[in-house]
Nanobody, 126 residues
Framework: QVQLVESGGGLVRAGDSLRLSCAASGGTFGGYVMGWFRQAPGKEREFVATISRGGDNIYYADSVKGRFTISRDNAKNTVYLQMNSLKPEDTAVYYC???????????????????WGQGTQVTVSS
């Protein structure tokens, strides 16, 4: 089993940037498809971005496309989410998720993922 720990959240102003990290342990990181999701108060968890095992396939939610960048470093067992031009509506708890997949597969439904981190809070003030 893989354990996931997110970090890098915080309180920022609209227009600022943050980089979230998700460190994995206990599994073969290179065998996992990784995803980022978020959940705002009173709302359902929503998809943000996903990246395939080798990083060759990436998919974003329309709401973050052009502002957020997902990447991974398999040597460091870490996936990142670079968030630029943050907006108040980006405020949420951000979760990383993992599941085993074939090389170029990505998943954007939360039900597809087996493993989840505890989340990190991102708050964007106007």
């Amino acid at each position: 089993q893989v354990q996931l720990v997110e970090s890098g959240g915080g309180l920022v102003r609209a227009g600022d940037s943050l980089r979230l990290s998700c460190a994995a342990s206990g599994g073969t990181f290179g065998g996992y498809v990784m995803g980022w999701f978020r959940q705002a108060p009173g709302k359902e968890r929503e998809f943000v971005a996903t990246i395939s095992r080798g990083g060759d396939n990436i998919y974003y939610a329309d709401s973050v496309k052009g502002r957020f960048t997902i990447s991974r470093d398999n040597a460091k067992n870490t996936v990142y989410l670079q968030m630029n031009s943050l907006k108040p509506e980006d405020t949420a708890v951000y979760y990383c998720a993992a599941r085993i997949g074939t090389y170029s597969t990505v998943f954007h439904y939360s039900d597809n993922y087996n493993y989840w981190g505890q989340g990190t809070q991102v708050t964007v003030s106007s």
